[in-house]
Protein backbone atom coordinates (compact mmCIF):
# COMPACT_ATOMS: atom_id res chain seq x y z
CA UNK A 1 0.00 0.00 0.00
CA UNK A 2 2.53 2.57 0.74
CA UNK A 3 4.35 1.85 -2.47
CA UNK A 4 1.41 2.41 -4.07
CA UNK A 5 1.05 6.00 -2.36
CA UNK A 6 4.18 6.84 -2.53
CA UNK A 7 4.18 6.04 -6.84
CA UNK A 8 1.26 8.23 -6.86
CA UNK A 9 2.56 10.86 -5.08
CA UNK A 10 5.05 11.73 -7.89
CA UNK A 11 2.70 10.75 -10.70
CA UNK A 12 2.09 14.42 -11.58
CA UNK A 13 6.47 14.80 -11.89
CA UNK A 14 6.76 11.51 -14.16
CA UNK A 15 3.46 10.98 -16.57
CA UNK A 16 4.11 14.12 -18.77
CA UNK A 17 4.83 13.28 -22.38
CA UNK A 18 8.07 13.31 -23.77
CA UNK A 19 8.35 15.69 -26.85
CA UNK A 20 11.90 14.78 -26.26
CA UNK A 21 14.28 11.99 -25.10
CA UNK A 22 14.52 12.96 -21.09
CA UNK A 23 17.40 10.74 -19.56
CA UNK A 24 17.03 10.02 -15.81
CA UNK A 25 18.78 7.62 -13.30
CA UNK A 26 17.76 6.06 -10.33
CA UNK A 27 19.38 5.55 -6.99
CA UNK A 28 17.68 2.71 -4.81
CA UNK A 29 16.71 0.35 -6.60
CA UNK A 30 14.70 -1.41 -4.20
CA UNK A 31 10.79 -1.98 -3.31
CA UNK A 32 9.88 1.21 -4.44
CA UNK A 33 12.83 2.54 -6.44
CA UNK A 34 12.35 -0.32 -8.90
CA UNK A 35 8.66 0.07 -9.46
CA UNK A 36 8.58 3.82 -9.73
CA UNK A 37 11.80 3.46 -12.50
CA UNK A 38 9.50 1.07 -14.51
CA UNK A 39 6.94 3.61 -14.19
CA UNK A 40 9.09 6.38 -15.65
CA UNK A 41 10.60 4.09 -18.09
CA UNK A 42 6.68 3.51 -19.22
CA UNK A 43 5.86 7.02 -18.89
CA UNK A 44 8.60 6.97 -22.34
CA UNK A 45 11.45 8.44 -20.14
CA UNK A 46 15.19 6.77 -21.02
CA UNK A 47 17.06 5.24 -18.22
CA UNK A 48 20.66 5.37 -18.68
CA UNK A 49 22.37 4.95 -14.90
CA UNK A 50 21.18 2.82 -12.02
CA UNK A 51 23.11 3.13 -8.69
CA UNK A 52 22.91 1.81 -5.10
CA UNK A 53 24.58 2.78 -1.67
CA UNK A 54 24.47 -0.60 0.58
CA UNK A 55 22.50 -3.46 -1.53
CA UNK A 56 24.48 -5.55 -4.19
CA UNK A 57 22.26 -6.04 -7.45
CA UNK A 58 23.26 -9.27 -9.58
CA UNK A 59 20.49 -8.44 -12.06
CA UNK A 60 20.52 -5.80 -14.68
CA UNK A 61 18.13 -2.79 -14.96
CA UNK A 62 15.72 -4.79 -17.34
CA UNK A 63 15.65 -8.11 -15.20
CA UNK A 64 14.53 -5.97 -12.28
CA UNK A 65 12.09 -4.04 -13.95
CA UNK A 66 10.78 -6.75 -16.10
CA UNK A 67 11.01 -5.10 -19.49
CA UNK A 68 13.19 -6.62 -22.35
CA UNK A 69 15.03 -3.74 -23.73
CA UNK A 70 18.51 -3.80 -25.25
CA UNK A 71 19.25 -0.25 -23.51
CA UNK A 72 18.46 -1.41 -20.00
CA UNK A 73 20.95 -4.70 -20.12
CA UNK A 74 23.30 -2.66 -17.44
CA UNK A 75 24.07 -3.09 -14.30
CA UNK A 76 23.02 -1.18 -10.65
CA UNK A 77 26.86 0.30 -9.81
CA UNK A 78 27.71 1.56 -6.26
CA UNK A 79 28.85 4.94 -5.65
CA UNK A 80 32.53 5.48 -6.60
CA UNK A 81 31.98 5.97 -10.46
CA UNK A 82 29.23 8.38 -9.66
CA UNK A 83 31.01 11.24 -11.03
CA UNK A 84 32.07 9.55 -14.02
CA UNK A 85 29.01 7.52 -14.89
CA UNK A 86 26.83 10.57 -14.44
CA UNK A 87 29.12 12.22 -17.47
CA UNK A 88 28.65 10.12 -19.62
CA UNK A 89 24.97 9.07 -19.49
CA UNK A 90 23.88 12.75 -18.73
CA UNK A 91 20.73 12.28 -17.11
CA UNK A 92 18.15 15.49 -16.75
CA UNK A 93 16.82 14.14 -13.33
CA UNK A 94 17.44 11.17 -10.80
CA UNK A 95 14.63 9.37 -8.83
CA UNK A 96 15.85 8.96 -5.04
CA UNK A 97 14.07 6.23 -3.38
CA UNK A 98 16.81 5.77 -0.69
CA UNK A 99 15.90 6.89 2.72
CA UNK A 100 13.44 9.46 4.93
CA UNK A 101 16.15 11.66 6.64
CA UNK A 102 18.32 14.72 5.11
CA UNK A 103 21.27 13.59 6.69
CA UNK A 104 21.39 10.27 4.82
CA UNK A 105 20.64 11.58 1.42
CA UNK A 106 22.89 14.63 1.97
CA UNK A 107 25.91 13.38 0.58
CA UNK A 108 24.38 12.18 -2.97
CA UNK A 109 22.29 14.95 -3.04
CA UNK A 110 25.04 17.35 -3.46
CA UNK A 111 27.21 15.38 -6.05
CA UNK A 112 23.47 15.18 -8.06
CA UNK A 113 23.38 18.90 -7.30
CA UNK A 114 26.84 20.03 -8.75
CA UNK A 115 25.98 18.10 -11.93
CA UNK A 116 23.09 19.71 -12.64
CA UNK A 117 21.07 16.93 -12.11
CA UNK A 118 17.13 17.43 -10.58
CA UNK A 119 16.12 15.19 -8.19
CA UNK A 120 12.56 13.59 -7.36
CA UNK A 121 12.60 12.09 -3.89
CA UNK A 122 10.45 10.18 -1.49
CA UNK A 123 12.81 11.31 1.91
CA UNK A 124 10.39 12.90 4.28
CA UNK A 125 12.28 15.51 5.52
CA UNK A 126 12.81 17.17 1.97
CA UNK A 127 9.13 18.35 2.38
CA UNK A 128 9.50 19.04 6.27
CA UNK A 129 12.55 19.50 7.58
CA UNK A 130 12.13 17.92 10.92
CA UNK A 131 13.50 20.29 14.21
CA UNK A 132 11.73 18.10 16.97
CA UNK A 133 14.98 16.30 17.78
CA UNK A 134 17.62 18.58 16.93
CA UNK A 135 18.32 21.24 14.33
CA UNK A 136 20.82 19.38 11.99
CA UNK A 137 17.66 18.62 9.32
CA UNK A 138 17.03 22.84 8.88
CA UNK A 139 20.09 23.47 8.48
CA UNK A 140 20.97 21.09 6.10
CA UNK A 141 17.23 21.97 3.95
CA UNK A 142 19.02 25.70 3.77
CA UNK A 143 22.04 24.06 2.64
CA UNK A 144 20.69 22.27 -0.14
CA UNK A 145 18.47 24.81 -0.95
CA UNK A 146 21.01 27.14 -1.98
CA UNK A 147 23.19 24.79 -3.70
CA UNK A 148 19.82 23.73 -6.02
CA UNK A 149 19.95 27.66 -6.24
CA UNK A 150 23.31 28.39 -7.58
CA UNK A 151 23.34 25.58 -9.48
CA UNK A 152 19.17 25.92 -11.32
CA UNK A 153 18.35 22.69 -10.09
CA UNK A 154 15.22 21.33 -8.85
CA UNK A 155 14.66 19.03 -5.30
CA UNK A 156 11.03 17.93 -5.73
CA UNK A 157 9.83 15.28 -2.91
CA UNK A 158 6.64 13.65 -2.17
CA UNK A 159 5.47 10.72 -0.28
CA UNK A 160 2.27 9.32 1.49
CA UNK A 161 1.99 12.64 3.96
CA UNK A 162 1.65 14.57 0.91
CA UNK A 163 -0.45 12.55 -1.13
CA UNK A 164 -2.71 11.16 1.88
CA UNK A 165 -2.43 13.08 5.46
CA UNK A 166 -2.35 16.43 3.99
CA UNK A 167 -5.16 16.64 2.12
CA UNK A 168 -7.62 14.39 3.88
CA UNK A 169 -7.04 16.07 7.11
CA UNK A 170 -7.90 19.99 6.23
CA UNK A 171 -10.39 18.41 4.07
CA UNK A 172 -12.05 17.14 6.89
CA UNK A 173 -11.68 19.63 9.82
CA UNK A 174 -13.12 22.47 7.59
CA UNK A 175 -16.50 20.74 7.64
CA UNK A 176 -16.42 20.78 11.41
CA UNK A 177 -18.26 23.62 13.59
CA UNK A 178 -16.17 22.58 16.27
CA UNK A 179 -13.05 20.66 16.38
CA UNK A 180 -10.88 19.83 19.77
CA UNK A 181 -8.42 17.33 18.72
CA UNK A 182 -7.49 15.24 15.97
CA UNK A 183 -5.56 11.89 16.39
CA UNK A 184 -4.13 9.74 14.04
CA UNK A 185 -3.24 6.21 13.82
CA UNK A 186 -0.46 5.43 10.82
CA UNK A 187 0.28 1.94 10.68
CA UNK A 188 3.51 1.13 8.24
CA UNK A 189 5.05 -2.28 7.03
CA UNK A 190 8.37 -1.05 6.93
CA UNK A 191 10.09 -4.21 5.94
CA UNK A 192 10.06 -2.61 2.18
CA UNK A 193 12.53 -0.10 4.01
CA UNK A 194 15.54 -2.22 5.26
CA UNK A 195 18.12 -2.23 7.90
CA UNK A 196 18.73 1.21 7.34
CA UNK A 197 15.13 2.71 7.58
CA UNK A 198 13.82 0.63 10.46
CA UNK A 199 15.01 2.21 13.14
CA UNK A 200 13.90 6.03 11.96
CA UNK A 201 10.54 4.23 12.49
CA UNK A 202 11.07 2.59 15.50
CA UNK A 203 11.96 -0.54 14.83
CA UNK A 204 14.63 -2.59 17.83
CA UNK A 205 13.46 0.21 19.88
CA UNK A 206 13.64 -0.79 23.89
CA UNK A 207 12.02 0.20 26.34
Known sequence: MKTFSYVISLYLAISVSCAEEIRFCSIGMG??????????????FKMVAAFTRYSKHTKTV???????????????????????IIDQ???????????????????????LISKGVNILTLNNEAIFP???????PRQLYRTLDKMARDNNVVILAGGFQDSLLMPVIPSMAAAMIELNTIRISLKIDVDGYGKQGVPYYGGGMKK
Open 130 to 136: STRLNWK
Open 62 to 84: AELVGIEDETLNFEVEGMKKFED
Open 89 to 111: TKPHFCIDATNSTLSSVFPHFRR
Open 31 to 44: KFGTPLAKYAIQKG
